[in-house]
C-alpha cells in the first residue's frame, strides 16, 4: 500500500542501512499536504470512509471505496442527497434508532455511531456514520463532515448472539424470554389502543417417556415436527414459543372470538395428535390449554 505508511517502513530500512538517523518530522497541523497523505492511506485500508455535505444535504464529497460499495462510478455520488444512500427506517422496526437519521439531519444534530442500511439491491450492507454539523463565521450552517465504516459482518455476529439468545435451538421458535418480552410489549401497545390478543397452551404428554425410552435425539425430532405442525396451523397470524421441554405457546394479537378460538384449538388438538414417524415413536396424546387475554 503507497502513502505515509509505506512511506515510514522504507524510513526505517534506510536508517538501518545507514549510519546516521534520519531526523524526525513530525506532521504538523499546519502541513497539509502530508495530513491529506495519512487520510488517504486510512481511506485506502479500508478502515473507514469520509462524506461531506453542504448546507442543503448534497454529497460534496464521498471516499472513493464507499462509492464502490454502492456500485458508483467516480463521481457519481456527488450532488446526490445524503439520504439516497440509505435505506429509511421502519417505523415497527425494532431496531429503529430513537433519532433517526432524517430527524437528526433536520435538527442539525451531530451524529454518532448511528447504524444505518445502504441502499444496495439483493445485498444487505451496514454502516456505521458519525458527523458534525459545520457553521461559518456568522454561524451559518454549511453542511456536514463525517464518517463511516462497514458494519455488516459485526452486525451479523451481533444478531446471530441475539437469535441464540431468544430462540429455542431445537425447534426455532421463540424461547421464554423473547415471549415474556413480546407480550409485555403487546400488552402494553394494546392497553393503550383497546385491542385484544389470544393466547394458547399446548402440552406434550408423556414426553419425558419418550426422552427416556428412545433418547434426546428422538426427543428432539419430535419437538422439531411439533413446531413445523403448529406453524403451518398458525401461520402469520400469532407467534410460537417453546416455554419448556415440553410446552409451547401461541400469541394471536387482535383475537377475541371465543367459538373462533375454540375452532383453533380443536385443529392443534387434531394436527398433533396425528401419528409421528420416529424410530417407530406411535402417536400420543396431547392436550391444549386454551386462555384468552385483553389489554384494557
Known amino acids: 500500500m503507497a502513502g505515509f505508511f509505506s512511506r515510514a517502513s522504507r524510513a526505517k530500512t534506510e536508517r538501518r542501512e545507514g549510519s546516521q538517523p534520519a531526523p524526525l518530522r513530525p506532521i504538523a497541523i499546519t502541513d497539509a499536504e502530508r495530513r491529506v497523505e495519512l487520510l488517504d492511506s486510512f481511506e485506502a485500508a479500508g478502515l473507514g470512509w469520509f462524506w461531506a455535505t ?67 439491491e439483493g445485498r444487505e450492507v451496514w454502516w456505521e456514520i458519525a458527523g458534525k454539523p459545520q457553521f461559518d463565521e456568522q454561524e451559518r450552517f454549511t453542511g456536514y463532515r463525517g464518517s463511516a465504516k462497514d458494519i455488516t459482518a459485526s452486525r451479523e455476529n451481533r444478531r446471530d448472539a441475539e ?47 419418550i426422552n427416556d425410552s428412545l433418547g434426546h435425539a428422538a426427543g428432539d425430532e419430535l419437538l422439531k415436527q411439533v413446531a413445523a ?39 392443534v388438538i387434531q394436527m398433533l395428535s396425528q401419528a ?5 415413536l406411535a402417536r400420543g396424546r396431547r392436550n391444549v390449554g386454551r386462555g384468552r387475554y385483553c389489554a384494557l
Open 163 to 209: 437469535r441464540l439468545a431468544q430462540y429455542d435451538p431445537v425447534t426455532g421458535l421463540a424461547n421464554s424470554h423473547r415471549m415474556n418480552r413480546r407480550l409485555a410489549e403487546l400488552l402494553k401497545a394494546y392497553r393503550n389502543s383497546k385491542r385484544t390478543c389470544a393466547l394458547l397452551m399446548v402440552d406434550l404428554d408423556r414426553f419425558k417417556q
Open 54 to 120: 453542504d448546507a442543503e444535504g448534497r454529497l460534496i464529497y464521498l471516499s472513493d471505496n464507499a462509492a464502490k460499495e454502492l456500485d458508483w462510478t467516480q463521481g457519481e455520488a456527488i450532488g446526490k442527497s445524503l439520504s439516497e444512500l440509505f435505506i429509511p427506517e421502519k417505523v415497527d422496526d425494532p431496531d429503529r434508532p430513537e433519532r433517526p437519521l432524517a430527524f437528526l439531519l433536520r435538527a442539525r444534530n451531530s451524529i454518532s455511531q448511528l447504524n444505518v442500511r445502504l441502499a444496495i
Open 229 to 267: 405442525r403448529l406453524e403451518r396451523i398458525i401461520g402469520s397470524k400469532g407467534e410460537i414459543a417453546r416455554r419448556s421441554a415440553d410446552s409451547f405457546q401461541i400469541v394471536l394479537p387482535d383475537m377475541d372470538d371465543r367459538g373462533a378460538l375454540g375452532d383453533l384449538s380443536q385443529r
Open 276 to 280: 409421528y414417524s420416529i424410530n417407530d
